[in-house]
């Protein structure tokens, strides 16, 4: 018999597998980076289907077996996100998936994510700002990005509300050092 293990998770991708399940990538609060195989997850009479859309955050059981983990259970909280919101969510999600190698587990990581997912269901006007605030401190965390005081203050404070970048050249500064960041990481 196999334990089960529930944990805090966001999806970050589903891909299809065989006629009816899925690969599910999720970055859950317990275990970093995980993908899990979810059986009939495609199919209309699965009950996760609804449990368990792209981009939510979910409360999910997880099993570990011999070839992987699988997924048990999974409960939707929170409101889905817009298209707008989905697309920025999209890009965060593949950096994620392009820069964390391994199960690994990462609270602060996990809590950056969290913290961006709710704040783009939350704050509607500033999703440039808050993917660009939320890239910026993976990058931090991930030991990719090194920036000057004034930055590194904005960075590794937790608010993702309007007046985070309030000043453009700070924007524009921030905006800078993160794509010298991508561009050095080769990936």
């Known amino acids: ?27 859950t609060q317990d275990f970093g980076l995980v993908r899990a195989r ?4 495609r199919t ?6 609804q449990s368990l859309p792209l981009y939510a955050s979910a409360y999910v059981a997880l099993v570990r077996g011999k070839h992987g983990w699988r997924l048990a259970g999974a409960v939707c909280h929170g409101s889905h996100i817009s298209v707008t919101e989905a697309v920025v969510w999209a890009r965060i999600a593949r950096l994620v998936l392009r820069l964390v190698t391994g199960e690994e587990k990462n609270e602060e990581l996990f809590e950056i994510l969290r913290g961006a997912h709710t704040a783009l269901r939350a704050e509607r006007g500033w999703v440039s700002s808050i993917e660009l605030l939320c890239v910026a401190r993976i990058l931090r965390i991930l030991g990719y990005l090194s920036l000057e005081a004034e930055l590194e203050v904005l960075v590794n404070s937790g608010a993702y509300g309007q007046d985070a970048l309030s000043r453009e050249e700070t924007q524009s500064a921030l905006l800078s ?11």
């Open 44 to 49: 209309e009479r699965s009950k996760m289907r």
């Open 1 to 27: 018999m196999y334990a089960k293990y529930y944990t805090e998770a966001l999806v970050l991708n589903l891909e299809p597998s065989g006629e009816a399940d899925a690969l599910v990538s999720l970055y």
């Open 177 to 187: 050092s993160v794509n010298r960041a991508l561009s050095e990481t080769q990936l």
């Open 38 to 41: 979810a059986a009939a997850l």
